[in-house]
């Protein structure tokens, strides 16, 4: 990797990776890590140009994340670990554990989408209008050109396939809130599309994780814990 991810670690036992979603870091996690570093060695990423961890040279996308994770995951010696990821990484963690089904003991995917398409479609022109508006302002400002990338990512990605999807092997929980922005026949089609996998709805918006600390923290255990 051409550069050293930011995390912060607590607790101890079978890892637990948090992946936040786009233009966070791993405060969003705060909550939920100190609830989990009771049971499980818990691991906070801030993703490459998120929070203190740098930019560095290599594509910004989401399956370069996917790539720093496993370069993470190799570094630190974890050979295998459970992730958790939120919104956008939560499509890094459908990607990961289709490129490497063997590093995932248990997978949380919560208000993941597989393409573009899979977000609501009135949120979805909300984003595109707003990358216009930092396309313009990119020319003048070096943040707008960052939330202009932040924004295509959304826009644009992920692509992950059916049989990607069939390629995961770990336990998986497919996690959402009952007013998510993404569509939830996209979230059915993931569970679906994966073999061991279940659904479970939260009572809330995308940002249950922050809004509903205490039915994510229950539903998450329960899965963790079966």
Do not use: C, W
Not at 108 to 132: C, D, E, Q, W
Not at 143 to 164: G, N, R
Request: proline share 4%; charged share 25%; aromatic share 12%.
């Amino acid at each position: 990797m051409d550069i050293e991810l930011f995390y912060e670690e607590m607790g101890s036992g079978e890892p637990l990776i948090l992946l936040h979603g786009n233009g966070e870091d791993h405060t969003i996690f705060d909550n939920v890590a100190k609830h989990f570093a009771k049971q499980y060695h818990v691991i906070a990423i801030d993703t490459r140009g998120h929070g203190k961890s740098p930019l560095g040279d290599e594509p910004f996308s989401l399956y370069q994340f996917a790539e720093d994770l496993n370069d993470f995951m190799d570094e630190h010696n974890i050979e295998k670990a459970n992730i958790l990821g939120f919104s956008d990484g939560g499509n890094v963690a459908l990607i990961f554990a289709s490129k490497y089904p063997e590093k995932v003991i248990k997978l949380i995917a919560n208000g993941a989408n597989t393409r573009p398409s899979g977000i609501k479609t009135i949120v979805h022109l909300a984003m595109l209008f707003r990358y216009f508006l930092y396309s313009v302002g990119a020319i003048f400002s070096e943040k707008f050109s960052y939330k202009k990338v932040l924004y295509y990512i959304m826009l644009y990605e992920p692509h992950i396939t059916k049989e990607e999807l069939e390629q995961i092997t770990a336990p998986t929980l497919v996690l959402v809130g009952t007013e998510d922005l993404i569509k939830e026949s996209e979230s059915k089609y993931i569970k679906k599309s994966i073999p061991n996998s279940e659904i479970v709805f939260v009572l809330g918006d995308h940002f249950i994780v922050k809004n509903n600390t205490k039915d994510y923290i229950f539903a998450v255990e329960k899965f963790l814990n079966k």
